[in-house]
């Protein structure tokens, strides 16, 4: 994604953003002078965010581990781009900054983990899990005094991993409620009930679930967007390869991230801890997108994917188009930004 406030750019490689320059206009700064861990040493897929001047409205996903954050002073006498250099090859970040005497540049790092890894993992899974590991790295200016910039954000995305049972979002009391009045009070497997009654159909109508099905197996970022400005503060596609609209109430502004799998043995799960996003707004047709990228692999091309999922709200009547198979691997993935 690349406009005039904010861009990303995905690489596969950490190691060549540790130690490669950013260009801001006349000003070169070495990478090296912020501490990226052992990912300075030890590839991991990486995603940089550029925001200029602009405040992030997100923080790191849910359960990150926080690396570095640091803050200096620079330089820039002369307009001119901002370049993220690779050393092998150069990525635009913004087309132009305007000429101050000084800036302070925040430079933000941390490590994004699925969910999934902090649960019940089998042993000889557990290697395999650094591969879904994201470096994430955050970058903003300000023209201002040391640390009037530095605000974080409240709302976290989150990663995690999902396979063909996919996940769903809803109140789970409410949904809860209504499965009871419908099905009664025992334990059942709601995925057959979703198969062979109207239950599923139901709780659509009623704006209680928001049902995503059929995924690819794979880890998936899933941003909830208080409203349509948020966008331009995501990496995404301009035009997401899948699109589905559902109704959530709008009382139902913090709804849990449920994985798929919970709905073999339901309730029994409802005491357990669930992330949850917010989803601000009054309307209630949702809308929820799928944008499938990649990450960059310099001078080669688009390497493996990155799968970003948003929900927001739209002041419209409720269309329910749910999204019942995410084939990611049906389809050709994208850049969010531009490479020459």
Not at 12 to 19: M, T, Y
């Amino acid at each position: 994604m690349n406009n005039a406030k904010v861009s990303y750019v995905t690489v596969n490689d950490s190691r060549l953003v540790a130690g490669g320059k950013l260009e801001i206009g006349s000003a070169v700064v070495g990478l090296n002078e912020f501490d990226f861990g052992e990912f300075g040493s030890i590839q991991r897929k990486v995603v940089v965010g550029w925001f200029g001047e602009e405040r992030a409205r997100y923080a790191s996903a849910v359960r990150a581990r926080e690396i570095s954050s640091k803050e200096i002073s620079i330089i820039v006498e002369s307009d001119g781009p901002v370049v993220l250099d690779l050393g092998c090859e150069k990525l635009l970040l913004d087309e132009q900054r305007q000429a101050r005497n000084f800036y302070k540049l925040f430079v933000e790092i941390s490590l994004e983990v699925p969910l999934e890894a902090f649960g019940e993992v089998p042993d000889h899974i557990k290697p395999l899990l650094q591969y879904s590991e994201i470096l994430h790295v955050t970058v903003s200016l300000s023209s201002g005094d040391v640390g009037t910039h530095i605000e974080s954000s409240s709302k976290r995305p989150v990663y995690d991993g999902y396979g063909e049972l996919g996940f769903y979002l809803a109140d789970l009391d409410k949904m809860n409620e209504y499965v009871i009045s419908r099905l009664g009070s025992g334990v059942i497997n709601l995925k057959d009930a979703f198969c062979q009654t109207e239950i599923a159909n139901e709780l659509f109508s009623e704006g209680l679930l928001v049902l995503i099905w059929g995924m690819t197996p794979w880890h998936y970022y899933l941003y909830g967007l208080s409203g349509p400005e948020d966008a331009a503060y995501i990496p995404k596609l301009m035009n997401p390869q899948f699109q589905g609209t559902y109704r959530l109430r709008h009382d139902i502004q913090n709804p849990s991230v449920v994985p798929g799998e919970f709905l073999l043995n339901w309730p029994e799960y409802l005491g357990k801890s669930f992330p949850k996003i917010h989803i601000g707004g009054e309307g209630e047709l949702l809308k929820v997108e799928i944008s499938v990228m990649g990450f960059y692999i310099p001078n080669v091309g688009v390497g493996p994917p990155l799968s970003v999922i948003t929900a927001s709200r739209e002041e419209n009547e409720p269309i329910i188009n749910p999204l019942l198979m995410v084939d990611i691997e049906a389809v050709e993935p994208g850049l969010c930004f531009d490479v020459s």
